[in-house]
């Protein structure tokens, strides 16, 4: 069973901190991973994707990827409430299907 | 960016009737979409796979005669909920898959059965 785990949270971080989100992934076949935001009450959106070794930097998300330990964790500089929301990681699998895991609550408090 | 919407946004029936939900890309064309179930506090759970002209994959444990999926076009994908009944509420979500890897939600669909 592939499985993507996730800390549910809630994490809370100030407003203008550093809010990190971590993720790991069983499938050591898995080659791209996925990072969504999803508010309450709506459908996912996509922050970014990674498929290679090291940090995706786009804009205040950075995406880290660690093959070798199966880690894939986001970095959000400058927390603003409006990050506040769940935040979802996933892995691709073979027919372009995404493992997601149960997501994080993220709380940035003003 | 890919766009890509759902109608209706949220339906309220009765037991027994059935429903359909549409997916459309706006801006690309999909060879495939798949369809998402979630439950209150819960994660995504996958569906089935809906791959344009053949039939759809679905997951262990999705009644592939209650949930029918249509993919007549490479942007339109239609979910069917056949005889519906109200352990079948839950917010209904399709994704459009575009290379080389990326999938991009719809709004999603409420769907409350009574």
């Known amino acids: 069973q592939k499985e993507v785990e996730q800390n549910s949270g809630p994490l809370s971080v100030p407003e203008g901190a550093i809010a990190s989100l971590n993720c790991t992934y069983s499938?050591?076949?898995?080659?791209?991973f996925f990072w969504y935001r999803q508010y309450s009450g709506k459908s996912p959106e996509l922050i970014m994707f990674?498929?290679?070794?090291g940090d995706k930097e786009d804009g205040r998300f950075t995406a880290q990827l660690n093959k070798a330990s199966q880690y894939v964790s986001l970095l959000i500089r400058d927390s603003q409430p409006s990050d506040s929301a769940t935040y979802l990681c996933?892995?691709?699998?073979?027919?372009?299907?995404?493992?997601f895991g149960a997501g994080t609550i993220l709380r940035v408090k003003s | 960016g890919a766009v890509v919407s759902q109608h209706p946004s949220w339906v309220i029936c009765k037991s027994g009737t059935s429903v359909k939900i549409e997916c459309r890309s706006l801006?690309?064309?999909?060879?495939?979409m798949f369809w998402y179930r979630q439950f209150p506090k819960q994660s995504l759970m996958l569906m089935a796979t809906?791959?344009?002209?053949?039939?759809?994959?679905?997951e262990q444990g999705v009644e592939k005669d209650k949930f029918l999926i249509n993919h007549a076009s490479l942007t339109l994908s239609t979910l069917t909920v056949t005889s519906a009944h109200p352990e079948d509420s839950s917010f209904y979500i399709c994704?459009?898959?575009?290379?080389?890897?990326?999938?991009?939600f719809g709004p999603g669909t409420r769907l409350t059965v009574l």
């Open positions: 994704s459009a898959y575009t290379p080389p890897g990326t999938q991009y």
């Open positions: 499938d050591r076949g898995s080659q791209s």
């Open positions: 990674i498929y290679s070794n």
């Open positions: 996933a892995a691709m699998e073979y027919g372009n299907k995404l493992v």
């Open positions: 801006d690309f064309q999909a060879t495939t």
């Open positions: 809906s791959n344009e002209g053949s039939k759809a994959t679905y």
